[in-house]
């Protein structure tokens, strides 16, 4: 499975930004997708996940209301909406995809495939 997530750019606080993940390769052994975000110095951090197959979705409290995520697969695409960006959201996002069971996964050991990473900067 490969992964290329684009989209990411400079944003003004307020405004709102998709994101897209296009997903090739085997995809017929994806189970879910999540959108990380890595801030430098910091953690990577979990911010949406979607079952590939359901289209069931999951969003934490820290960007509920604001992120949305989103699939088409027939363009084996997976989107993240961002809406009313914050400063705090500046980071690297990455997609990724895993092959296990479930789509509640927040913690990025659990994806087994990467994205290379588009960069967001929210400037206040």
């Known amino acids: 499975v490969q992964l290329q997530a684009f989209g990411g750019g400079l944003v003004q606080a307020g405004n709102s930004l998709t994101l897209s993940c296009a997903a090739s390769g085997r995809t017929s052994i994806i189970v879910a997708v999540g959108w990380f975000r890595q801030a430098p110095g910091k953690e990577r951090e979990f911010v949406a996940s979607?079952?590939?197959?359901?289209?069931?979705?999951y969003v934490p409290d820290s960007v509920k209301g604001r992120f949305t995520i989103s699939r088409d697969n027939a363009k084996n695409t997976i989107y993240l909406q961002m809406n009313s960006l914050k400063a705090e959201d500046t980071a690297v996002y990455y997609c990724?995809?895993?092959?296990?069971?479930?789509?509640?996964?927040?913690?990025?050991?659990?994806?087994?495939?990467w994205g290379q990473g588009t960069e967001v900067t929210v400037s206040s």
């Open positions: 979607i079952d590939w197959s359901t289209g069931r979705t």
């Open positions: 990724a995809a895993r092959s296990s069971s479930y789509f509640i996964r927040t913690h990025y050991r659990k994806y087994n495939y």
